[in-house]
């Protein structure tokens, strides 16, 4: 493939809209541009639309509207086999009635490869994810992490330029997921490949993207980099849907600039950073993360807003402290305490201040 | 007191009454318009006249003899009465699983007195056998289907003469009756063709004639094929039981005719299983006593077009129950329909059954 | 203890060896669990492995010649028939006795159907020699009786055979088993007579017949043996005896009646002579071809049956084929192979896609299909093959459209029925279904990623079913083969009715030697046969595909 000079639009999905009965769009108005070399994870609850993208992309389903392109030219009308793009699926899909060697000749034989360069080729594939020594097997004799192996590899021996990845580490326990997703994310920049990854686990979408664009509803909710996602979630979808977060309702009671004051509905004022609000008295839903949350008032700087809390739970993690909190009539406000020496531990029952920083704060839709 | 007494004497009576006359009985028959003519001529009375008598039908005739040997072999015969063809009886007499009986003794004198045993006279074909009709296996063909200035077939060899009469024929499935008419229609005379039969020879030519037509011949196995085909319009001749062809032109009023020429008569009766228990056989002589007297077989020729069995029940055969048609001219027997007969030779095919059916099955496959 | 122990076997708490403890708790586990499952053990056997064990034994199993005939068969072993010259007089004397009492227990003509299966015309000469024997033995019995009417007498003989010295328990114990072996049936019950050593010596043939005789007596018919005239047989057995026994020495009862007997007879009669007998019943009798068959099948067991079933036949020079019009099992065999085979074939070409759009539909629709496929087994079988027939005769649906729409001349209407290609439409039908099941099941096993997964790695969508789908789904082909094969091979009804001459299968032959000529010998063997050929072609496609390949569902 030309190397595109407009790096930005390797694969491109421009108003892609789908719907399966005629009635609902499940996907709706998709616009989305990807460089070459790119890692990006499609994130979001089931039947958010991010699997049936994936789907349009691979060509095993077409768009109702919209066009999607690869490196500049629409492929909607090119089938599946002649799009070049690898796969990787839920469950592996590994053929069965084929050993781990057939299974990765087996898109070099229909492209017609001869025999001693798809040896070649399958042995440096295998040896890629180290199952060098498992060429003769058959996929049901492997374990769950060597099948994955094996799948990524299949999906890499023909070196395409993209590759898709369906949920592939769903089935792994927690220890084999986390080395698996080192393993993709380092394969996939050593070779360069242009990666979408689909999956339904924020953290495995944190850690291993270059992007996420978290999907809900049949849209992207937000499209950005794994930091800015977590610390800047532009809406309160995104707030609750990425890491852990407390949120307090009210009403906007004044906005100025970089600063907005917000009346709870126990009516306490607090002051935040709006985000998606625009209006005052626009009810909304303030956002603070949990570790943003403090009591000992040493550690907070100035300005620091102050509130009256009750300590209804306190669990000891080890690294941290989890303490659960009724704050302005919010049974379920966490706070999360570093185990530090001079950290206080909390008893049940304890009426304690809690403060944060206003720019920890952001006033998003309700 | 004296009231108790004899109310329990009487009860008593009753009871034994009952016991005596209370029996369950289970016939073997053939199904269709020849077991509803036994249940109409001498069930329905019987079971009238001794309303203690139950009787359950078996439509098991055609495999009666291996069904009884089971039962044999398997000590448990659980029939009372069985219909079979002479053929059969005699087996059954042969392989001992038929009780011989004495007709004097059994059979009811005909009305002027003459003993059963003259009055069915050469019927009684084996020590086991109770006759009750004379049927015969003759030919009907399709009126319709007669070319024009030709005249209606009205000799047996015009099975054999395609020319003249083109079209197919259907033919039972077993060499007995075929073999007889092939050698009649190739020139042997009546008198001598079971001594032409015996020889292999004989048998080469019997099989040499049926070769003439063999291309044009559908070979049946039940006797209600060839009505359906004739009706079907399938064939133009064939053979079969002389009271199926009677349903097909009289009761369903089919475009078809009678061809009574080398009828071959067969008798069909009663046997009674041996072993039964002596209360069983009471009650069975009972029945078979007056379901053989000559009203009865009369009785029955007003449901089936069959001959009775009996001498004296000729003359008493009337109309037929539904249609009110005469029944005489519809009996094989009449003289005008019995001008040139066979008569089954049960010696003969006892000895040569196996021999010329393996020939003329092993004729038939290739 | 443990010290003694320590390089010995380990042991259990009580001091057995652990092994032994363990062997001990397990066995009773099992026991256990074989008293759960008995009941339907039991069943299994009785119901499934006893008629294939009854089965193969019917189809060698031949005493009946040995049983009906045990003097004459062993008597007749001495014979050489390529001498060409019938066998001795003393056969012949065996014969009289042996059917005598055959005949008696109504068993000769029995044998007779049996035998006919390999000679012609014994069936009715059994049937018509049993009527006439009494014959021989009432000459002389009415010779006896006009001189002496004590010789009509029941309890005379009784007393003559008796005797007053040691008797011979033993004979008739010998005859009580002839007499069991008829009667296929264990006969209890006390005879009531012996013969006296004495007489057993003197009139040896007349103390075999009246053993016979008495022991027929007693056990059949529930007679007392003295009360009871002895058959005509009786008499011709001491007519024989009395041509050559010397009476001088005996002085028991009845010696003076004997004395004169011997006299009356040198007179009056004609010395006995069984051959001539046999000879004037039927000349067959002197046949020397009906004795070399009875000799040839008179051993306990034969292959005789499976030899027949095979196109050969056991003759007294040895096995040979049939004469050529004769042979009609091996065609049968490859016809019944052949089109199973084609049956099967046909029902995967048939089945495959029903089974694809069945696993690949939504299950509202798929359940819909599936009742359809299903449909066929809810009317019965002869109803669907009736249907076929009206559908495929010449004046049938297919022919009447297929002129209507001018592709086939009314004179010239196609022949689709009672012939191979009828049977082989009506079987398809019918044993689709049993192909389509197991197909499905194994479909809706594969799923719908696999073909995805080769798309995704290039393939067309022929190669991705081919290479990826066919193969996956090659356990659901090898289920229904098998199912569809098995059935078709011992299918019966529907080539019955629309085999005609060209579609019939074996199975019809085994039902026709069942039901119509009973020869259940033969069928025992074609059944056996076919079972082995089901075997055979079983233990090849475990040879080829493997047998772990079948999926079921």
């Known amino acids: 493939m030309a190397a595109t000079s407009d790096s930005e639009a390797f694969v491109a999905f421009e108003r892609v809209q789908k719907s399966y009965d005629g009635e609902t769009l499940v996907v709706k108005d998709l616009n989305l541009t990807m460089p070459k070399g790119e890692f990006l994870t499609m994130l979001g609850p089931s039947g958010s639309g991010k699997t049936t993208c994936l789907m349009m992309l691979a060509g095993f389903e077409t768009a109702t509207y919209g066009e999607i392109k690869l490196d500049g030219t629409s492929i909607n009308n090119i089938p599946p086999h002649k799009r070049g793009i690898g796969m990787v699926f839920q469950n592996y899909a590994l053929f069965p009635h084929m050993t781990v060697a057939e299974n990765l000749s087996f898109p070099l034989e229909v492209r017609k490869m001869g025999k001693s360069e798809r040896e070649g080729k399958i042995k440096r594939a295998l040896d890629m994810v180290q199952m060098g020594d498992f060429a003769g097997r058959r996929p049901t004799q492997l374990s769950g992490g060597q099948q994955q192996r094996i799948a990524l590899a299949r999906a890499l021996v023909f070196e395409p330029e993209l590759v898709l990845m369906d949920e592939p580490l769903g089935a792994l326990d927690k220890q084999l997921r986390e080395h698996m997703q080192f393993e993709i994310t380092r394969l996939a920049h050593e070779l360069g490949i242009t990666t979408v990854y689909v999956t339904h686990d924020q953290t495995e979408a944190l850690t291993m993207s270059d992007r996420v664009a978290v999907f809900n509803d049949g849209r992207i909710q937000q499209l950005a980099a794994p930091d800015t996602l977590y610390e800047e979630p532009e809406n309160s979808f995104v707030a609750q849907f990425i890491g852990e977060n407390n949120t307090l309702e009210g009403v906007v009671k004044e906005i100025s600039g970089n600063t907005c004051t917000v009346q709870l509905d126990n009516g306490e004022l607090i002051s935040a950073r709006p985000v998606n609000v625009t209006e005052v008295g626009q009810r909304t839903q303030v956002s603070i993360r949990p570790e943003r949350v403090e009591t000992n008032k040493e550690r907070l700087q100035e300005g620091a807003h102050l509130l009256k809390a009750e300590v209804l739970e306190f669990v000891y993690m080890g690294d941290i402290f989890r303490t659960r909190l009724r704050v302005a009539g919010n049974d379920d406000f966490v706070m999360k305490t570093r185990n530090a020496p001079d950290q206080e531990r909390l008893k049940k029952g304890q009426m304690v201040e809690i403060g944060w920083l206003p720019d920890d704060c952001r006033a998003l839709d309700a | ?366 | 203890m443990s010290d003694t122990t320590q390089n010995g076997p380990m042991l259990a708490a009580d001091g057995t060896p652990l092994k032994r403890s363990l062997n001990r708790a397990l066995r009773r586990q099992k026991l256990r669990a074989l008293m759960l499952i008995a009941p339907l053990l039991i069943f299994v056997l009785v119901t499934f492995i006893a008629p294939i064990a009854d089965m193969l034994f019917r189809s060698v199993e031949n005493q009946i010649v040995s049983d009906t005939l045990p003097t004459a068969t062993e008597v007749l072993e001495d014979w050489d028939h390529t001498t060409g010259a019938p066998p001795g007089e003393e056969v012949y004397q065996a014969l009289y006795y042996d059917l005598y009492l055959a005949a008696e227990a109504r068993a000769h003509t029995r044998l007779g159907t049996r035998l006919n299966y390999e000679y012609t015309g014994v069936s009715s000469l059994f049937r018509s020699t049993g009527r006439g024997l009494e014959d021989l033995g009432e000459e002389y019995q009415d010779i006896l009786e006009d001189a002496d009417d004590r010789w009509g007498e029941g309890a005379f003989w009784y007393e003559l055979m008796t005797g007053t010295g040691d008797t011979d328990a033993r004979l008739v114990r010998e005859h009580r088993a002839r007499l069991q072996a008829l009667e296929n049936a264990r006969l209890t019950g006390d005879v009531g007579f012996a013969p006296s050593v004495e007489i057993k010596e003197l009139l040896p043939q007349t103390t075999f017949a009246y053993t016979d005789f008495a022991v027929f007596t007693a056990l059949m018919d529930e007679d007392v043996v003295a009360e009871e005239d002895p058959w005509e047989g009786v008499y011709a057995g001491l007519a024989q005896d009395l041509e050559t026994a010397d009476l001088s020495g005996y002085d028991g009862p009845g010696a003076e009646a004997l004395v004169a007997a011997q006299q009356t007879l040198a007179e009056q009669a004609e010395p006995i002579n069984y051959t001539a007998f046999f000879e004037s019943e039927d000349k067959d009798w002197v046949s020397p071809d009906i004795w070399a068959t009875i000799q040839t099948y008179s051993s306990t067991y034969t292959g005789g049956y499976f030899l027949n079933a095979v196109d050969m036949q056991l003759t007294p020079d040895g096995i040979e084929m049939r004469p050529d019009g004769q042979r009609l099992y091996m065609v049968l065999f490859q016809r019944t192979l052949f089109m199973s085979l084609t049956i099967t074939l046909s029902c995967i070409l048939l089945g495959y896609p029903v089974a694809w759009l069945l696993a690949n539909l939504p299950a509202s629709k798929a359940n819909l299909l599936m009742i359809l496929v299903l449909l066929p087994f809810w009317t019965s079988l002869l109803v669907r093959t009736s249907a076929w027939k009206v559908m495929l005769q010449q004046q049938g649906v297919i022919n009447d459209v297929l002129v209507w729409l001018g592709l086939v001349d009314d004179a010239a209407r196609l022949v689709m029925i009672n012939n191979q290609f009828g049977t082989i439409v009506a079987m398809t039908h019918i044993l689709l279904p049993f192909m389509i099941l197991p197909l499905y099941s194994v479909m809706q096993g594969i799923p719908p990623s696999y073909l995805r997964a080769a798309k995704s790695l290039g393939a067309t969508n022929w190669t991705a079913f081919w290479r990826v789908y066919f193969p996956q789904s090659v356990p659901g082909i090898g289920a229904g083969s098998i199912l569809v094969f098995i059935l078709a091979i011992g299918y019966y009804i529907t080539p019955e009715i629309v085999g005609g001459r060209t579609g019939t299968f074996i199975s019809n032959r085994i039902a026709y030697h069942i039901s119509t000529s009973l020869n259940w010998g033969l069928a025992a063997a074609l059944g056996a046969i076919l079972l082995a050929v089901v075997l055979l072609l079983y233990w090849a496609y475990d040879r080829i595909v493997g047998i772990d390949n079948v999926k079921l569902g």
């Open chain 2, 1 to 366: 007191m004296k009231l108790t007494q004899s109310l329990l004497a009487g009860t008593a009576l009753a009871l034994v009454a009952g016991t005596a006359s209370a029996q369950d009985m289970t016939f073997v028959s053939w199904g269709g318009a020849y077991q509803m003519s036994q249940q109409k001529a001498y069930v329905e009375p019987y079971v009238e006249a001794n309303p203690g008598v139950s009787i359950t039908w078996d439509e098991s005739s055609a495999e009666a003899v291996a069904r009884l040997r089971a039962m044999n072999e398997a000590g448990n015969i659980t029939w009372d009465l069985v219909d079979v063809v002479a053929a059969d009886a005699i087996r059954l007499c042969d392989e001992g699983l038929a009780m011989e009986y004495d007709p004097e003794d059994m059979l009811a004198p005909a009305d002027d007195g003459t003993s059963a045993e003259d009055d069915f006279g050469d019927m009684i074909v084996s020590d086991c056998f109770i006759p009750q009709i004379a049927y015969s296996t003759t030919f009907g063909y399709r009126t319709d289907m007669v070319p024009e200035g030709v005249d209606a077939p009205s000799d047996i060899c015009s099975i054999f003469d395609l020319e003249t009469y083109p079209g197919r024929r259907s033919l039972e499935r077993r060499p007995i009756n075929n073999m007889e008419w092939a050698l009649y229609c190739d020139g042997v005379a009546k008198d001598e063709i079971y001594d032409v039969l015996a020889t292999p020879e004989g048998q080469d030519q019997a099989l040499a004639k049926l070769d003439t037509i063999k291309d044009d011949v559908i070979w049946w196995t039940a006797g209600a094929d060839t009505p359906q085909l004739l009706a079907d319009g399938e064939i133009f001749m064939g053979s079969t039981y002389n009271g199926r062809l009677f349903s097909v032109i009289v009761e369903q009023d089919q475009p078809v005719a009678m061809m009574w020429d080398m009828q071959v008569f067969d008798l069909d009766g009663w046997i009674i299983p041996t072993g039964l228990s002596d209360e069983k056989l009471e009650a069975v002589k009972d029945f078979v006593y007056f379901a053989t007297d000559t009203q009865r077989l009369a009785d029955q020729a007003a449901y089936i077009s069959y001959g009775p069995a009996r001498q004296s029940s000729a003359p008493l055969v009337g109309e037929h129950a539904e249609l009110g048609i005469d029944m005489a001219p519809h009996m094989p027997t009449n003289p005008e329909n019995a001008e040139n007969t066979l008569l089954y030779n049960y010696e003969f095919w006892a000895d040569y059954r196996d021999d010329i059916d393996a020939k003329f099955q092993a004729w038939l496959a290739q």
